[in-house]
């Protein structure tokens, strides 16, 4: 066997593992593992260096249809993350519904507590690599977040943000 067909041979059993890995999504997924609820849409896919996990008994987790995880991105849920169908969220990208307190100067910050509320990113967003979602976000429908940016308030639909913080950019 030549090296050429040897290297054929492995793209292809590569390619095979990742349309079984797609068609194990084709079916919506309802699951509750630890007390933390998944919904995954019809066609979502994500690679296992991707992480989705929550507080066990109050963590929701919902992804619509037709949505792509990147790889090492981050959900974590507290209370719900719901992303929309048909979004695509690059590699390296974190949401998480929420944060440490910390106005209690007496008191060390990892026993304040945290600051909880949902992140909703509606239908067709695109969320490019290393955004991070913080919580109470809401991120419109057809909406575009550039790359490295930190989003900390609403965005509307059919906007593009960036930056740190992001702001709005222009309209689509």
Not at 51 to 70: C, E, H, M, N, P
Not at 141 to 155: C, E, F, G, H, K
Request: hydrophobic share 45%; net charge positive.
């Amino acid at each position: 066997m030549t090296m050429i067909s040897k290297f054929a041979m492995r793209l292809y059993k590569g390619f095979l593992q990742i349309r079984w890995l797609l068609r194990l999504y084709m079916v919506k997924l309802k699951l509750t593992l630890k007390g933390v609820e998944f919904r995954i849409g019809k066609g979502s896919f994500f690679p296992s260096s991707a992480s989705l996990d929550g507080t066990a008994g109050i963590g929701k987790i919902r992804i619509g249809d037709k949505v792509y995880i990147g790889r090492y991105s981050i959900i974590h849920s507290k209370e719900l993350v719901s992303i929309g169908s048909n979004c695509l969220i690059a590699d390296m990208v974190t949401i998480r519904d929420s944060d440490h307190c910390f106005s209690q100067l007496d008191k060390p910050i990892c026993e304040q507590g945290f600051d909880i509320a949902p992140v909703v990113i509606e239908d067709n967003v695109w969320l490019a690599a290393k955004v991070t979602v913080t919580k109470g976000v809401r991120i419109g429908r057809n909406s575009i977040i550039a790359a490295n940016a930190v989003v900390i308030t609403d965005v509307p639909p059919d906007t593009i943000f960036g930056g740190i913080p992001a702001r709005e950019l222009r309209r689509r």
